[in-house]
T-cell receptor
Framework: DAGVIQSPRHEVTEMGQEVTLRCKPI?????LFWYRQTMMRGLELLIY????????DSGMPEDRFSAKMPNASFSTLKIQPSEPRDSAVYFC?????????????FGPGTRLLVL | AQTVTQSQPEMSVQEAETVTLSCTYD???????LFWYKQPPSRQMILVIR??????QNATENRFSVNFQKAAKSFSLKISDSQLGDTAMYFC?????????????FGKGTHLIIQP
């Protein structure tokens, strides 16, 4: 069984560039979550989707961040333009409310460094 | 809004000892889930154990068990017969349940070191 897949695993970019992070959830899961982990703020929820529809984006830091889920097997998190303070590990997670009763399974994360 | 507090930034024990990690939370919700996740140096987030708030029985998974005190809003993790591979960051997390799922609210984590 494939778990949550994220790409790229590492990304180094320069300030002002556009960054796109990708996520493939576990097949059949109906929830998808994006989290960010930094030393200062810990793990924080950015946005989540249910059946491809954004439910809560109150954690998205600002308009430079956007997320989409065009279908059940793919989601993107885009930062445009990127800034050094966006440097963090970004996790995608998915869950199936009925069967797993809300347990979220995490991808390996994307480590982003903005210079 | 929910808050999760882990008061022990770091703990160190000898291999084979038993260790307890503390977690308290604050919420006005009555229906929710609590989780412990492990994050080894690889940074992968791994589910350790889950507890439904409506269940009075404490969850157990092999060497891992919890002490869930709903009235006190406390959710501690006990690791028995600790092993070197248990060395990791441990995060306590809360998820409210209102019909659907919700995002997780995490504590700041406890860095657990198992000494040989």
């Amino acid at each position: 069984d494939a778990g949550v897949i994220q790409s790229p695993r590492h990304e180094v970019t320069e300030m002002g560039q556009e960054v796109t992070l990708r996520c493939k959830p576990i097949s059949g899961h109906d929830y998808l979550f994006w989290y960010r982990q930094t030393m200062m703020r810990g793990l924080e929820l950015l946005i989540y989707f249910n059946n491809n529809v954004p439910i809560d984006d109150s954690g998205m830091p600002e308009d430079r961040f956007s997320a989409k889920m065009p279908n059940a097997s793919f989601s993107t998190l885009k930062i445009q333009p990127s800034e050094p303070r966006d440097s963090a590990v970004y996790f995608c997670a998915s869950s199936l409310l009925g069967g797993g009763q809300g347990t979220q399974y995490f991808g390996p994360g994307t480590r982003l460094l903005v210079l | 809004a929910q808050t999760v507090t882990q008061s022990q930034p770091e703990m160190s024990v000898q291999e084979a000892e038993t260790v307890t990690l503390s977690c308290t939370y604050d919420t006005s919700e009555n229906n929710y889930y609590l989780f412990w996740y492990k994050q080894p140096p690889s940074r992968q987030m791994i589910l350790v154990i889950r507890q439904e708030a409506y269940k009075q029985q404490n969850a157990t998974e092999n060497r891992f068990s919890v002490n869930f005190q709903k009235a006190a809003k406390s959710f501690s993790l006990k690791i028995s017969d600790s092993q070197l591979g248990d060395t990791a960051m441990y995060f306590c997390a809360f998820m409210k349940r209102r019909g659907g799922a919700d995002g997780l609210t995490f504590g700041k984590g406890t860095h657990l070191i198992i000494q040989p």
